[in-house]
């Protein structure tokens, strides 16, 4: 297979098209496949008669993680305790476009989990790439009518299940920086103290990591001791601290010294709400190097 030369339209928008890919889909691994899959077919097109590059490659892209994502969906339905998005690390300059961080956020990608395959497409070309609605209609195979339903319809959907209050990078930090101290203390008055009291965690093991949560824990006073007592059980020192996962601050866990596991906080009014902690070890091959994102 011949390899692009840098000033391909695909290697200039590959980030770009790495980030569709990876929002439709909540996983790096899949969206690097559904990547490679379209720069075959981009490959193999007569470069000379396409007018807008960009255009038709996110299209490209579109229509293979579409195909991946029918796949995907049949895969989740046997994993074993919950499913959380593959986290990135990212630059905090990730931070400062405001949407795209919060459209890369894992609260947002569970959010989009909850949306069918077409609505997802939609959600994510228009909501945050701002596609045009006949340019998504080609992507997606419905006519612009049907595109400006479905992006209504998953409007809706996501503004009923996202976070409502909008939280400065240097305040999320802030409240990160205090979640981290009291784990690393085995503070459980601090963690309550950071936590609403309706806070509610979900963990991601994959079934292969021992400690991490099937179900759902709900409530400052429960979590915080399940926290601090998971963290007393561990053979080995366990240490947090504080990084950049998926645009917004949050915490690397560390066991003696190895990547055990990624957290991320939801935060409103200066406390955490949501909480998020990824340790399948299949999904962490994307937190020791930075991932390029652009929209």
Do not use: C
């Amino acid at each position: 297979m011949s390899t692009p030369h840098a000033d391909d339209p695909f290697v200039v928008h590959r980030n770009l098209l790495f980030t569709v890919a990876y929002e439709m889909l909540g996983s790096a691994a899949d969206a690097e496949d559904v990547l490679q899959e379209s720069w075959l077919r981009w490959a193999a097109v007569d470069q000379s008669t396409v007018q807008e590059p960009r255009a038709y490659l996110v299209r490209i892209v579109t229509r293979q993680a579409l195909n991946q994502l029918r796949t995907l969906s049949r895969r989740r339905e046997d994993y074993v305790g919950e499913w959380l998005p593959e986290p990135l690390l990212t630059s905090p300059d990730v931070a400062e476009d405001v949407e795209l961080a919060e459209s890369l956020s894992i609260a947002m990608l569970t959010v989009l989990e909850t949306l069918g395959p077409a609505e997802r497409a939609v959600f994510v070309l228009r909501e945050v790439f701002d596609v045009p609605y006949d340019e998504i209609a080609d992507a997606v195979g419905k006519s612009p009518a049907a595109v400006r339903q479905i992006a209504h319809r998953a409007k809706d959907h996501v503004a009923a299940r996202r976070p409502r209050v909008a939280v400065m990078p240097s305040e999320h930090e802030e409240v990160v920086e205090r979640f981290v101290a009291a784990m690393n203390n085995g503070d459980i008055q601090g963690l309550m103290d950071v936590m609403a009291p309706d806070v509610v965690s979900v963990a991601d093991g994959g079934g292969k990591v021992r400690g991490a949560a099937r179900r759902p824990i709900i409530g400052s006073d429960k979590l915080a001791r399940y926290l601090v007592g998971s963290m007393s059980k561990v053979t080995g020192t366990l240490v947090a601290t504080a990084t950049w996962i998926n645009g917004m601050p949050g915490i690397r866990m560390e066991l003696d010294g190895a990547l055990a596991g990624v957290v991320t906080l939801t935060v409103e009014d200066g406390r955490v709400t949501q909480i998020y902690s990824i340790a399948n070890p299949d999904k962490l091959g994307r937190v020791d190097a930075e991932a390029l994102v652009a929209r």
